[in-house]
């Protein structure tokens, strides 16, 4: 099982990136993946999840109406579009796969991570 994160880098206030987490080992069809950030001296948090095959998606309050979680079945990929990236969204962003079909916010229900990624919002 491997998790492998990309696609972070720098970018001014008001702009976006898309982070795609690539999977090998295992299938989206029974595992959720969740997107998590830990910023510098503070703890890691959970950004946005996405259940099993077709199940719902969830997200942090914080990113609400700026971000969005899809999966690529055929690519075994999940990608968090980030839009309107603010300097709070400044972060090493990593990707997981949890234990269950069905995602949530805690960490330790995720047993698989990825290495991170990090996001710089500066101007």
């Known amino acids: 099982v491997q998790l492998q994160a990309s696609g972070g880098g720098s970018v001014q206030p008001g702009g976006s990136l898309r982070l795609s987490c690539a999977t090998s080992?295992?299938?989206?069809?029974?595992?959720?993946i969740g997107w998590f950030r830990q910023a510098p001296g503070k703890e890691r948090e959970p950004v946005s999840c996405?259940?099993?095959?077709?199940?719902?998606?969830n997200y942090a309050d914080s990113v609400k109406g700026r971000f969005t979680i899809s999966r690529d079945r055929a690519k075994n990929t999940v990608y968090l579009q980030m839009n309107n990236l603010t300097p709070e969204d400044t972060a090493v962003y990593y990707c997981?796969?949890?234990?269950?079909?069905?995602?949530?916010?805690?960490?330790?229900?995720?047993?698989?991570w990825g290495q991170g990624t990090l996001v710089t919002v500066s101007s």
């Open positions: 996405i259940s099993a095959a077709d199940g719902p998606t």
């Open positions: 997981a796969a949890s234990r269950y079909a069905s995602g949530g916010p805690q960490v330790g229900q995720y047993t698989k």
């Open positions: 080992g295992f299938s989206l069809d029974y595992y959720a």
